[in-house]
């Protein structure tokens, strides 16, 4: 036997938690649902929008140590999701002693190791590119093209957290989301925020997938590969970042709040 996992989709049941990732206290860092299938449900996108967190993640058993993640917002299946992932190991270390894994994904192999209750998060390096005509931003420092995203650079940390969104302008942007970011004042090197209105997401509390591009992109402004991060959303949470190579390790911490049972399944699929 693989696992000695709860079966999960029997009798219309699936167990679910929500966790506080990139937070050492509850109500702080960013909420996500994580649940552990034995198959992904034909519902997994309605259940994602019925729990209206930016995302959920549906976690498949592999083998020793080695799963399968997909993750959804309220309105979209996407490639790749930091704290997540994140809360996905913390709830596989909390329930069954897991202190390092790997995760299947649309983004290739994920490793999460997990040393004094410290998550380490092994993602893709994702390089930023060209600099880009943002109107919205046109009297901003610098947009430059980011994969999916929009990095744009603001003169001051405090510019980045008094920004004011306007969730309708952010719509006419192409991108998945818009990042904001500014070099830090005091203890970060670096702060963000980050909105993803296209995704069903106004404004996300702490972003690791965001992370995965802003290391590439303050990595070639100052010169440096570790840094100290924080995203200044009204929940707020601190990332610890090392680049090697094509690699970015994204470590922080993470807390249960809620566990309970899931009532509405109506199928399942491999």
Request: glycine share 8%; hydrophobic share 40%; charged share 20%.
């Amino acid at each position: 036997m693989l696992f000695h996992f709860v079966k999960l989709c029997y009798n219309h049941l699936m167990k679910l938690w929500i966790v506080d990732a990139f937070a050492t206290k509850p109500y702080t860092g960013n909420p996500a649902a994580v649940t552990i299938v034995e198959s992904f449900p034909d519902e997994a996108q309605k259940i994602a929008a019925e729990m209206n967190l930016s995302e959920t993640a549906f976690v498949k058993p592999l083998g020793q140590g080695h799963f399968h993640i997909r993750w959804f917002t309220p309105k979209v299946e996407v490639k790749l999701c930091g704290h997540a992932t994140l809360a996905s190991a913390h709830i596989l270390h909390q329930e069954y002693g897991l202190k390092e894994v790997v995760f299947e994904s649309l983004s290739g192999p994920l490793r999460v190791t997990c040393q004094e209750e410290l998550y380490t998060l092994d993602f893709p390096l994702q390089k930023t590119g060209r600099t880009i005509d943002i109107p919205l931003f046109k009297n901003r420092v610098i947009a430059v093209d980011a994969l999916d995203d929009v990095i744009i650079e603001l003169a001051s940390e405090a510019e980045v957290r008094q920004f004011v969104p306007n969730p309708a302008e952010l719509l006419q942007i192409e991108c998945r989301g818009i990042i904001i970011t500014a070099r830090g004042s005091g203890s970060y090197d670096f702060v963000s925020r980050f909105f993803g209105p296209r995704v069903g997401v106004n404004e996300d509390p702490v972003t690791g997938s965001a992370h995965c591009k802003l290391a590439h992109y303050w990595q070639q402004k100052l010169g440096k590969s570790e840094f100290l991060a924080y995203q200044a959303s009204e929940r707020g949470g601190e990332i610890a970042i090392a680049v090697r190579g094509d690699r970015v390790y994204l470590s922080g911490r993470a807390v249960t709040v809620l566990e309970g049972m899931w009532r509405s399944m109506h199928g399942c699929n491999r």
